[in-house]
T-cell receptor
Framework: DVKVTQSSRYLVKRTGEKVFLECVQDMDHENMFWYRQDPGLGLRLIYFSYDVKMKEKGDIPEGYSVSREKKERFSLILESASTNQTSMYLC??????????????FGAGTRLSVL | DQQVKQNSPSLSVQEGRISILNCDYTNSMFDYFLWYKKYPAEGPTFLISISSIKDKNEDGRFTVFLNKSAKHLSLHIVPSQPGDSAVYFCAASLTGANSKLTFGKGITLSVRP
């Protein structure tokens, strides 16, 4: 079974803090993704990475950065947390290529509250 | 511009009946479609998918239908069970787009006992 592990299920941080969300996958997937989920807005892509040290902006990258130093690990960084970044953060991974290889497997999510 | 649309935010059905969840898309280049199920406080789990070369795919109680001319797909759940109550996301991809998925906003399905 594919396993995508997010380091924390719940986090509470203060405005202005630097926040690290970690994600690890064990399926040797080339691609990794960070989304946030908010009520009524669905899943919105923040950043994704298709190879080590490679990254591309998604739909809502502002206020976020990412790091992928190893194939299995993808980190999301909130440089200076703000209250509007309170959300559910979801990490996913997949193989490269079309069709069934595009199936993304998700972690359990991190519920981040910024006070 | 929302390329994958789930126009109904919620659906309520009686246990044992059929649930039909709809999804529309605008990009005719999409060649693979997926449905995910999400419970509160959990990550989405892959449910079923279909290639654009097919018009139907079935897996147990779940069937996905694709109508390419209408740019429409639907997920049928028969019979519906209370454990099916969740948010369902439709997603689409196209080969060569770095495996990105374009998600709809989701439909909340409630199955009444």
């Amino acid at each position: 079974d594919v396993k995508v592990t997010q380091s924390s299920r719940y986090l509470v941080k203060r405005t202005g803090e630097k926040v690290f969300l970690e994600c690890v996958q064990d399926m040797d997937h080339e691609n990794m993704f960070w989304y946030r989920q908010d009520p009524g807005l669905g899943l919105r892509l923040i950043y994704f990475s298709y190879d080590v040290k490679m990254k591309e902006k998604g739909d809502i990258p502002e206020g976020y950065s990412v790091s992928r130093e190893k194939k299995e690990r993808f980190s999301l960084i909130l440089e200076s947390a703000s209250t509007n970044q309170t959300s559910m953060y979801l990490c996913a991974s997949s193989f490269s290529g079309g069709g069934p290889k595009n199936i993304q497997y998700f972690g359990a999510g991190t519920r981040l509250s910024v006070l | 511009d929302q390329q994958v649309k789930q126009n109904s935010p919620s659906l309520s059905v009686q246990e044992g009946r059929i649930s039909i969840l709809n999804c529309d898309y605008t990009n005719s280049m999409f060649d693979y479609f997926l449905w995910y199920k999400k419970y509160p406080a959990e990550g989405p789990t892959f449910l079923i998918s279909i290639s654009s070369i097919k018009d139907k795919n079935e897996d147990g109680r779940f069937t996905v239908f694709l109508n390419k001319s209408a740019k429409h797909l639907s997920l049928h759940i028969v019979p519906s069970q209370p454990g099916d109550s969740a948010v369902y996301f439709c997603a689409a991809s196209l080969t060569g787009a770095n495996s990105k998925l374009t998600f709809g906003k989701g439909i909340t399905l409630s199955v009444r006992p």
